[in-house]
């Protein structure tokens, strides 16, 4: 069952594709942003991998996520 829960939250969407907002560090919204452009600041260490995002999508009350749950593949150069 948690591998179906897994493939649930999965985005269907490249990452680079996605849309998202986030959360600077005084707490203001900023975005909507292209995943490319994040993966691009966050190659570029403007942000960490805890960094707080939600999918453009998402309801206005879904809860924010680690940018490394949205997008696992950049734990690997986080």
Known sequence: MDGELETMRRPQT???ELSLFYK???GQVQGPFKGIDIIEWFEAEYFGIDLLVRL???AAHSPWLQLGDVMPH???KA
């Open 74 to 76: 950049l734990r690997a």
């Open 56 to 58: 453009e999508s998402a």
């Open 24 to 26: 600077d560090p005084w």
């Open 14 to 16: 490249p990452p680079e």
